[in-house]
């Protein structure tokens, strides 16, 4: 009796603690990072950034960082997504990586976030 009970301690333990061998990370992973490049120019696209994409689904941390114009974000990657990330600031009228913010979104921007950058690509020179 005293062994099965030992025995079956040890299985469901050893199932909690199981980890993905190709990563070397826990199975049950629910914490995600991405950092998304992006083209902001002040105080008001971190503030609407940060402010915005704090409420998406499984969104745990946002942190802008104007200097290197990177989103940093921490969520759980069984309730959303890389792309569904990158999607939400495009829809703000921010750039996100390689996808343009919406032209929309864009022109609701204050004034001093319609400058070269936040939604619109760099001219090429």
């Not at 025995?7 to 995600?32: V, W």
């Not at 402010?51 to 990657?77: C, F, M, Q, R, W």
């Not at 913010?101 to 070269?116: R, S």
């Amino acid at each position: 009796m005293k062994t099965t009970i030992i025995l079956s301690l040890l299985l469901a333990s050893s199932s909690l603690l199981a980890q993905d061998p190709a990563t070397d990370q826990p199975t049950n992973k629910k914490r995600a990072h991405l950092d998304i490049r992006t083209s902001t120019v002040c105080d008001m696209c971190v503030a609407t950034i940060e402010g915005n994409l704090i409420y998406e689904k499984g969104v745990k941390s946002v942190d802008v960082e104007l200097a290197t114009n990177e989103i940093h974000v921490d969520y759980d990657p069984r309730k959303n997504s890389p792309e569904n990330l990158r999607l939400a600031v495009s829809k703000l009228g921010y750039m996100a990586d390689d996808i343009p913010g919406d032209a929309e979104a864009f022109k609701k921007l204050p004034e001093c976030c319609q400058k070269e950058g936040c939604g619109l690509p760099a001219e090429k020179h």
